[in-house]
């Protein structure tokens, strides 16, 4: 499957826990953007990322939530001491080199906390 | 006033229906425009990708862009019961490291047997 990957697709944290989301951009990409889906909300953009660098965390919380791309292995996107409201659908996107490429999505990562 | 609006239907017509979703937004420095269909459980698959304002046709899909009303629509012809699923526009700028979509929140799509 070339496509983008993210796992776990569900993931049951108690309060106060962490959890770890991670994504495997498509083969050939190296640009990775992680969105959120609150319950009837629409997607919302949290942060985009190349290869060891954040180039743009302006959606993303400013306290718990951080984000890495390293130079080997997948995208993680991590949010510490978890809270009931950030049970969500987290979304993983990539897109290849060049401006203005378009995003394609894994099916994301389901977050309950408990 | 939010940056993107989007009805959410649900919007729900007979097989081998045209259908029409639309959504306007009020940032002028929106330049691309997406439109992405997502299936329940499921993450988004992209669908049309456009730039320039007109008309860009795949298939049963037609997209139109006028950036001078700040509107865009997704046509579907000949609408079978496996498009039923939630359509999300969505859209940004022209980059300079603000390359985060903008999206609506969605319309519900339902194609009646």
């Known amino acids: 499957n070339a496509g983008v990957m993210q796992n776990p697709r569900h993931l049951v944290r108690r309060r106060g826990q962490e959890a770890r989301l991670r994504c495997s951009p498509m083969?050939?990409?190296?640009?990775v953007y992680w969105y959120r889906q609150l319950p009837e909300e629409g997607l919302k953009f949290m942060v985009y990322?190349?290869?060891?660098?954040?180039?743009?965390e302006s959606g993303m919380p400013k306290e718990r939530f951080s984000a890495e791309f390293p130079k080997e292995g997948p995208s993680i996107l991590r949010i510490q001491q978890v809270v009931r409201g950030d049970s969500a659908a987290y979304f993983c996107?990539?897109?290849?080199?060049?401006?203005?490429?378009?995003?394609?999505f894994g099916d994301g990562t389901r977050l309950s906390i408990l | 006033q939010k940056e993107v609006e989007q009805d959410p239907g649900p919007l729900s017509v007979p097989e081998g229906a045209i259908v029409s979703l639309n959504c306007t937004y009020s940032?002028?420095?929106?330049?691309?425009f997406m439109w992405y269909r997502q299936y329940s459980r499921k993450g988004p698959e992209l669908l049309m990708y456009?730039?320039?304002?007109g008309n860009k046709e795949d298939g049963r899909f037609t997209a139109q862009v006028d950036k001078s009303s700040k509107y865009i629509s997704l046509f579907i012809r000949d609408s079978q019961p496996s498009d039923s699923a939630t359509y999300l526009c969505?859209?940004?700028?022209?980059?300079?490291?603000?390359?985060?979509?903008?999206f609506g929140k969605g319309t519900h799509l339902i194609i009646q047997p």
């Open positions: 456009t730039y320039s304002s």
């Open positions: 083969k050939g990409h190296s640009h």
């Open positions: 990322l190349q290869k060891e660098n954040i180039i743009d």
């Open positions: 969505a859209m940004k700028d022209s980059g300079g490291g603000a390359d985060g979509l903008t």
């Open positions: 940032n002028s420095a929106f330049q691309y």
């Open positions: 996107a990539s897109s290849g080199t060049g401006d203005n490429q378009p995003q394609h």
